[in-house]
Structure formats: structure tokens, C-alpha cells
């Protein structure tokens, strides 16, 4: 196997034995095989387009496929053995239409190769994955490419669970994937390419946000309860809003509590949800503790994305764990999704949640979020005002992914040393390094505030535009707004990519390098974008505020 998509990608270059994230590299090959497989599917999906003609199967398998293969969503072997299949049909499908219009595709390797077995599926896997492009620098601006659409996908995913899709998203998505097996493209054109990739990333997480907020109201300022009750809980991870939905439309009355995880903390700011009573707040820290998280939850657990850990020999929770949509494990039970136009059915995992004690309280108190565009818009004056008369010296946008990593421990020591006439701008699950820290507030403005999940980095960028806007400058990077951001999965790489679209400049990226940034990738971004990693929490704070 090979693997380097992730920040704990091994020694800093690749996973090549097992993934440090859990990953076997018979799944890891079929991930291989299924992005090979996506690349294929999308020369056809592509070549139709150009006779007008959308597929939506096909659109919605690229994309939750896609997903599929991000860190830490699905490690279910025989789940990918399906999907695979499925492309297959999928494949003969889309080939049978251009036929009907007179149009055939040269049946190179990429468009007809075919498996049988898992056991030949995991032999082609080993000639088409990451390192069958041989040139590092078109391996690295190729790699990039898909995991920012890896990302991509996620967001989709989401918007599309709600009713929203774009199909230009997805013509963009199949015609970057069929780019990333064009040997005549050039590394100025791939680079291009990633950002063109930012740019969709800007209008995706924009869809998604008008999905959520349509759907369920803006977010609005609300403290957390961290606390538990008596009754029976299910926690809920990951970051699909549509399940948390049916999740408390189904538990309301049952005698069942919902308690959110992770990056599902955010589904408490949401005006819909906040009318469930039996909504109690958020339960435990980032998606890496769940490993103690879950045993002391003592109920069931329903994962609708990532991250998942692979449980400890010892873990006592297996048995209580579900997971629906891209997510998956083998040995936790899957919930698959309704029937057309049907909700998902919970009812196994409610009934299965009532039999067990209720969660055992590992801390008390509350946090406090909710701060997405509209409700910092509503705050704008006060913020403006603040800004001005110098009770804000700089704004710090620490977004981006938590992780397990001993060396994370610098952004609860830089939030920690910030001064206090500073503010700290989130979102993802990278907050819980600092979230729980008694930072207080500059005249009733909290000094961390927290957007949202991962996607609603795009609320970070609206407000920085209106602060733009409103202070009359010229450029974004004029803005007393300093960019320290942690990544760990793909979808930090659509924000990154997004960010830089945006022209944002300066971004500080840790705890390490992505490993898929060849020496001369990398060296693209430093000169183009000052693109820095962290160093020591003194260093970097002298820099960041002179
Ligand atoms: Fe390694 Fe990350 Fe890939 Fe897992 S996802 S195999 S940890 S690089
Ligand atoms: Fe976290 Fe996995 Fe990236 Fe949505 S839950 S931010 S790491």
C-alpha cells in the first residue's frame, strides 16, 4: 500500500505497511481501485455531458464514493467490494448510452479493465494507485486535485442529503478527475487546475451553507450544555445535519436522549434542533477521544461520517456503534439509506439505546458557539466598534481538523498565550484544543467563536469579506487577520484550496506539512501564497503580531 492523504501519514511520507489511522492495505488498495475506478467512470460521465446528457446515478456514485475514501470514514473491506461492483454496472451503463449515440470511447486499460474477485481487484490496485505516476511534482498537483475533491464530495454529499445539488459541481468534480489522468497536462496546468479546485470549494461550502441554513435557520449564539441526564443516550458524530434530523424526529418521546459528538457540536446552534427537548448537548471532546468517549457513554453511538477510530481489543462499545451513509467499520451495524424519497429508519438503534444505562457525566458546564455569518453580521457594529477603538487588536482564524498528534498540543498553548485584546475565529473540530479554555471576552464578545463544522470555514471567509467591506480596503490580507489552521483530513484540503482562491496570503499550516506537497509543490505555494508551517507557540506569536 501506499498512502499519503492525511497529516499522520507515516514518518511524514506515506503509510506503506498500515495506516497510522487504522487502515488495512487490502481497504487501502480497494480505495485505490475505487478512485481508479471514479477516473473511468468520469471519461464517460464527461463525454456525455457533451451530448447534454446528466446521469445522476452515476454523479451521486462518483461523488459518495469520493467520500468514501476520505481518512477515517469507512475501513469496511467488503463495503468497497460492493461499490466496486456497482461501477462496473454502472460503467457497461453509461458505455450502452454513448453507443446509442453513435459515440465509443477508446477502450484503453483505464476503461476496460474488469475484476472479478476481491482478490483481483486488490492485484490491479497495485498498479493504479498513487505511485503509478512516476514524476513526483505531477503525482503530488494530481493528489492534490483529489483530495480537495475528496473534500468536495463530503460537502455534496451533505448538500445533496438536504435537496441541493449543482450538477456543475459534479461536471467539474468528473472533469478534474478525468485531468488527473491526462499524461499531456503540464504541471502549470494541474496547478491551475488546483485552483480552479478552491474555486468550486468556495461555491460548495457556499451550497451547503445555504442547505444547512435554509433547512434548519442560521446558527445562533447558544451555550452547550456538556453535562448529562438520567435517561438512556445516543451520541451522535460526524457531519451530516439531515441525519441529525431524522435522529431526533425519531427519538422525540421515546425516552431516548441525543447527545452530539465531535464535529456534530454545531447541530446545537441551529434554531430547528434547539426545539427537541430531549436534544441535551454535546457529549466528550474531539472524534480521536472517542476511544474513552464511547466507553463511558454507556449508549449507542451513530457515526454519519468521519472520523472513525478503529475500536482498542479492548474496547467495550463495538456492539453499541452504527454507521449510516459513507461511513462504515467492520463488526458496527450499517444503516443504510431509505428508499427514494423515504427517511432512514432508526428504530433498531432507538429500540437497541433503551436497553442500555444512561451516560456517566465526565465533565459539567457549558461552551459557547454559534457564531456563523448572519449571527456575527447581527454582531457586526459591536465588533466594528471594538476594532476600532483598539479593544481587538487581531483576529485569528484557527480552523481546521484536531488530531491525535502530541505535537497538536501548540494550539492550546497558542490560544493560551494569545493576548487578550485577541480574538480567535473557528471552525471544525480543530476548536477542541481550546474551546474548554476559561479565555473570557472583550466587552461581551467571546474571544473564541465558533462558527461551526469544518464547512463552515466559509462563514470565517463571509465575515472576513464583510470586514473588508466594511473597514474599505482593497484586499483581504489587509485585514488584522492572521491564519493558523489545522489540518488532518481531506476536507481541510478544500478549505485550504478555497482560501487560496480567495486570495488569502500568509496561511500558517500545522502541525506538519501535508506529505503529498513535493519540495517544488510546496515551493509553488510558498512563493505564491506564503504558505508557512508552525513553528515554536513563541516564535510564531512574535511573528503574527508584529
Ligand atoms: Fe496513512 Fe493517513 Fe492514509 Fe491512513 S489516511 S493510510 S494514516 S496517510
Ligand atoms: Fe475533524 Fe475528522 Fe477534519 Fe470536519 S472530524 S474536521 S478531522
Redesign the pocket.
Known sequence: MF????Q???HGL??EVK???G?TPEV?ALQDLLIYQLKGLSHYTTALRVLKIENTEANKFITDSLFMTI?NANFDYSRFVARIREGFLLRTQLKATLLQHNVELPLTELLSWSAITSVEMEEIAQYNGVLATENEDIRSLRELVIYGLKGMAAYVEHASNLGYADNETDAFIQRALVATTDDNLSGEELTALVLETGKMGVQVMALLDKANTTSYGNPEITKVNLGVRSNPGILISGHDLKDMEELLRQTEGTGVDVYTHSEMLPANYYPAFKKYTHFVGNYGGAWWSQVTDFETFNGVVLFTTNCIVPPRKSATYVDRVYTTGSSGFPGFKHIAGGEEGKPKDFSALIKHALSFASPTEIETGEIIGGFAHAQVFALADKIVDAVKSGAIRKFFVMAGCDGRMKGRSYYTDFATKLPKDTVILTAGCAKYRYNKLPLGDIGGIPRVLDAGQCNDSYSLVMIALKLKEVFELNDINELPIAYNIAWYEQKAVIVLLALLYLGVKNIHLGPTLPAFLSPNVAKVLVDNFGIAPIGSVDEDMKLFLN
Do not use: L, R
Open positions: 498512502c499519503y492523504q492525511c499522520e501519514a507515516s506515506g503509510c495506516g497510522v489511522c487502515k487501502s481518512t
